[in-house]
């Protein structure tokens, strides 16, 4: 167990933004997994491993069956690549009383108090001039070293932020700190920086898509070493899970294996890289065309199909347990959580959540239940509209976790073991 909670942490600090988690999953698939490309035809072998990835921060893979049929189910899980954090501005660097800044736009729902006073870089995926105006050459970028830095005000000048709380504006109080400003109406070198990394010059720069990162590496905590505290565990944890299950998996006599990693999750799945766009519809299509079904068939696989919907869940805080429905409170190391919502904030419903349970037993891990309070709003995952898109029947379940959405969070080391279990089981097509 040991060494699979050091590969999930390795993956977490090697996956700062979503371009990261996807090199990162295509490591842990491995050389076994061929590399499709969707603008090519799909030649494929029974019982192949197949990968592929949509603008470089999502992910298809799948373990094709020996025999593929109208008979043939398709068990999937899903979850997602990116994580809340910050996204610099086009053009981000300014000079102001002294200091080099640059402005972020918020990128999903981070908890902004945890990203202040940490020590920060940046990541993501740079674009640069090419032989083809519609295929510009891009390069991964991970600082790795701390660059930059959003300082709280001393409790001297906000003394009563103990007890009224941390609010902090979005435009002008979450701006980073990264240099000093030489000349008052200059905006620094941060771009010229960043590129001569890359080893291309600043003119060949085009467009960039930069977030922030936290450096400190990811640990394991507890006196036996019972809690992971890191970043994006929501949902990493869950990416890896899944490519660890899926890379295990032997071909099935008839069942196809599936994974898919979207990005875009937490601003609401509508791109063209997200779980609301077309990428998996698209691909499960094509595969099973490619593996000589016709309409038909491709329509009954579905209906007799399961999609996992992979993502972590809330713990209850025992500082505020109030905030939690008193008989569902999922606890840390005690198995994965079936998250049910009566509004489809989640896509379990009683035939998929009646599945995922005989999958525990058969497994042999413990799993929890999770409600939301019911006078409280519910988040959501990307499983109501993948079973809306796909009509594949669908369960939510995830790792119980805190800090969700903090800079730095927290999970369970024991339910890293039982989650792979659960997913080992889901492809062993029993
Ligand atoms: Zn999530």
Redesign the pocket.
Known sequence: MGALIEQLLEFIDRSPSPYHAVEAALARLGPSFSRLDERQAYALEPGGRYVVTRSGSSLVAVVLPQRLSAESRVLAIGA?TDSPTFRVKPQASYAKEGYLQFGVEVYGGPLFASWTDRDLGLAGRLWFRGDDPLAPESVLYHSRSPICRIPQLAIHLNREVNQKGLTLNAQTEMCPIWGIADDPGGEGALLEAICAETGRPQSDLLSFELVLCDTQPSARSGLSGEFLHAPRL??LAMCFAALSALAASKASPTDLYLIALFDN??VGSDSERGAGGNFLEVTVERLLHAGGLDLEGRHRIVRRSLFVSA??AHSVHPNFADKHEPRHMPVMNRGPVIKVNAQERYATTGFSAAVLRDLCRRAEIPHQWFVNRTDLGCGS?IGPMTAARMGIPTVDVGNAMLSMHSAREMAGAADVEYVDRLFAQLFSGQ
């Open positions: 997602h929501d949902n999750e937490e993502d972590m995952t």
